[in-house]
C-alpha cells in the first residue's frame, strides 16, 4: 500500500525567505505521481504542483517547486520567497495506481502547518 | 462559475439520525469525490463517480451512500449518523489533464462541510 509521511507539524519561516518542506513516500508502483495541496484558514484545498515519475525535471509552478528525489523517495515542497498569504496547511499526495486518464484516488499525508511572519 | 459548492457549511447531529451533505459543481467534470479530514489526518476518499450514474467505494465507505444522477451533483447521505462520523467533508471535482509529468486529475475542492454527531 501506499504511504505518504510528513515528519513536520509545523514549520516557522519569515517573509521574503525560502522554506522547504518535507515529503516522503513509499510505492511499489514504477508510475505514481506526486501532489502538493495549500489549505488556508477558510478552509478549502488548493491544488498547488504535480511532478509524475517518469518526470526527470523537478516541476515548478511560481514561487513553489517540488524537489524531486526518486532514490531517497522523496518530493519535498521548496516555496521561494514567502508571503504573509502563504500561511497554511500543507499537505503531499499520491495517486494510487498508473497514470492514465480516469478517476485517480489520492492517498494524503497528515499536513505541514507553515507559519510565516513579517 | 461558483466552481465547487456544499452545504451546509455547518451541521450538528444526533447519533442515528440522517442527513444528506449536498455538492454541486459547475465545471462539467467527468469525476466527483468525497473525503473526510480528521485532526492530525490526511484527508481520505469515501465514495467517488466518474460519471452520472457511476460511483464507487473508496478507503472508507462504511455508513456513507452516495448516487449521482446528474454531472452536477453528488450528494452524500448519512444513513445514521455516529459520533465516529465527526469530521470536516470535503467535495472534489476533477478532471484529466496531460502535464509535463504525465496524466493526473487536476482537483478542485469544495469550502468543507463541519459535521458534528453527538
Known amino acids: 500500500a501506499q504511504k505518504i509521511t510528513q515528519t513536520q507539524p509545523g514549520m516557522f519561516v519569515q517573509e521574503k525567505e525560502a522554506v522547504t518542506l518535507d515529503c516522503t513516500y513509499d510505492t511499489s508502483d514504477q508510475s505514481y505521481g506526486l501532489f502538493w495541496y495549500k489549505q488556508p484558514s477558510s478552509g478549502e484545498m488548493i491544488f498547488l504542483i504535480y511532478q509524475g515519475s517518469y518526470d526527470e525535471q523537478n516541476a515548478t509552478e511560481g514561487r513553489y517547486s517540488l524537489n524531486f528525489q526518486k532514490a531517497r523517495k522523496s518530493a519535498n515542497l521548496v516555496i521561494s520567497a514567502s508571503q504573509l498569504g502563504d500561511s497554511a496547511m500543507y499537505f503531499c499526495?499520491?495517486?494510487?495506481?498508473?497514470?492514465?486518464?480516469?478517476?485517480?484516488?489520492?492517498?494524503f499525508g497528515t499536513g505541514t502547518r507553515l507559519l510565516v511572519s513579517p | 462559475n461558483a466552481g465547487v459548492t456544499q452545504t451546509p457549511k455547518f451541521q450538528v447531529l444526533k447519533t442515528g439520525q440522517s442527513m444528506t451533505l449536498q455538492c454541486a459543481q459547475d465545471?462539467?467534470?467527468?469525476?466527483m469525490s468525497w473525503y473526510r479530514q480528521d485532526p492530525g489526518m490526511g484527508l481520505r476518499l469515501i465514495h467517488y463517480s466518474v460519471g452520472a450514474g457511476i460511483t464507487d467505494q473508496g478507503e472508507v465507505p462504511n455508513g456513507y451512500n452516495v448516487s449521482r444522477s446528474t454531472t452536477e451533483d453528488f450528494p452524500l447521505r448519512l444513513l445514521s449518523a455516529a459520533p465516529s462520523q465527526t469530521s470536516v467533508y470535503f467535495c472534489?471535482?476533477?478532471?484529466?489533464?496531460?502535464?509535463?509529468?504525465?496524466?493526473?486529475?487536476?482537483?478542485?475542492f469544495g469550502p468543507g462541510t463541519r459535521l458534528t454527531v453527538l
Open positions: 465545471m462539467n467534470h467527468e469525476y
Open positions: 472534489a471535482s476533477s478532471y484529466s489533464i496531460q502535464g509535463p509529468g504525465g496524466t493526473y486529475n487536476e482537483q478542485f
Open positions: 499526495a499520491m495517486r494510487e495506481g498508473p497514470g492514465n486518464t480516469g478517476f485517480q484516488k489520492l492517498v
